[in-house]
T-cell receptor
Framework: GQNIDQPTEMTATEGAIVQINCTYQTSGFNGLFWYQQHAGEAPTFLSYNVLDGLEEKGRFSSFLSRSKGYSYLLLKELQMKDSASYLCAVRDTGGFKTIFGAGTRLFVKA | EAQVTQNPRYLITVTGKKLTVTCSQNMNHEYMSWYRQDPGLGLRQIYYSMNVEVTDKGDVPEGYKVSRKEKRNFPLILESPSPNQTSLYFC?????????????FGPGTRLTVL
């Protein structure tokens, strides 16, 4: 079956670093995406990994291990505005279907 | 401004009354998709379209129809809505269905079926 697992909620302190994990079991794999979704808003793209390793983009980094079916999103120098849900998504082999995890709600406290 | 638009943003209807949610993008994207988002379940793909006149089922297509007569528009049709279709719906588009193409999402349509 197809399954993507993420923690439901996490809490972190402003200025700190937080790592959000994602494990996946899918019938095919053609890339892994992370999206950010603020409450009541649409998801917006954060990062994309298709090869193993770390992709860095400012305060956000994303890591992928295809052999382990594992990814994480690393957020550094947390700000209050980073309080949001973070969605892990896998694109299938053909590229047409995308499977999303249920999302991780991150609370950043002062 | 490059964007995906959806209408209506909010809709309350009754069981069995046909409705259409429109979706339009101005980015000349080939690929478009519909998702529903429910608490604890995340985004689930309903239908997608790779190009004009080419559509296919996602993971939860039952009770929905779509059409892609023009590249920019991808309406979602509920022929006979039922209460279990109460949800938050998102339309999304990307340049192609290629692996690295991010999806751009519309603002969402909150549908309540009584």
């Amino acid at each position: 079956g197809q399954n993507i697992d993420q923690p439901t909620e996490m809490t972190a302190t402003e200025g700190a670093i937080v790592q959000i994990n994602c494990t996946y079991q899918t019938s095919g794999f053609n890339g892994l995406f992370w999206y950010q979704q603020h409450a009541g808003e649409a998801p917006t793209f954060l990062s994309y990994n298709v090869l193993d390793g770390l992709e860095e983009k400012g305060r956000f980094s994303s890591f992928l291990s295809r052999s382990k079916g594992y990814s994480y999103l690393l957020l550094k120098e947390l700000q209050m505005k980073d309080s949001a849900s973070y969605l892990c998504a896998v694109r299938d082999t053909g590229g047409f279907k995308t499977i999303f995890g249920a999302g991780t709600r991150l609370f950043v406290k002062a | 401004e490059a964007q995906v638009t959806q209408n209506p943003r909010y809709l309350i209807t009754v069981t069995g009354k046909k409705l259409t949610v429109t979706c339009s993008q101005n980015m000349n994207h080939e690929y478009m998709s519909w998702y529903r988002q429910d608490p604890g379940l995340g985004l689930r793909q309903i239908y997608y379209s790779m190009n004009v006149e080419v559509t296919d089922k996602g993971d939860v297509p039952e009770g929905y129809k779509v059409s892609r007569k023009e590249k920019r528009n991808f309406p979602l049709i509920l022929e006979s809505p039922s209460p279990n279709q109460t949800s938050l719906y998102f339309c999304a588009s990307s340049l192609w269905a290629a692996s690295g193409d991010e999806q751009f999402f519309g603002p969402g349509t909150r549908l309540t079926v009584l």
